[in-house]
């Protein structure tokens, strides 16, 4: 428990301290929404992320992460996620990450632009448009 409070209290001076203009929602919600986030990782564990991105639009977000160790040393390239605000039976389950594995990639581009962004809209048209970036 302890530890699962430093990790979130980390993501939160984390995300306020990189947070850029192309964040949206408080405080307590961008929280919120972070420790929905995966904590796996291939090369170790990830205790907080440098938010490149986050855009929240109701119970829709998208973001843009980089995993970092306890040190604050990059572990792996950029994370990027949608989640979904869960509510079962008027109680809150918290963030979700939907499963980005089915959206193809854009062979045109770096792993994660524009085009990859635009794959995801295909993919789950029902997502609300506002939480992907402005190009």
């Not at 993501?11 to 850029?20: P, Q």
């Amino acid at each position: 428990m302890i530890l699962r409070l430093f990790a979130l209290t980390t993501a939160l001076l984390v995300a306020t301290s990189h947070a850029s203009d192309h964040s949206t929602g408080s405080p307590k919600e961008r929280t919120a929404v972070l420790a929905g986030l995966s904590k796996k990782s291939s090369t170790g564990k990830i205790a907080s992320f440098k938010v490149n991105i986050l855009n929240i639009s109701g119970d829709w977000a998208f973001a843009d992460v980089t995993p970092l160790d306890k040190a604050g040393h990059t572990l792996a390239e950029q994370k990027v996620a949608v989640l979904h605000h869960i509510h079962t039976n008027g109680r809150d389950q918290g963030w979700k990450e939907l499963d980005l594995s089915k959206v193809p990639l854009d062979p045109n581009e770096e792993e994660y632009g524009p085009g990859f962004h635009k794959n995801i809209q295909k993919t789950f048209p029902f997502l609300p448009k506002e939480i992907f970036p402005k190009r």
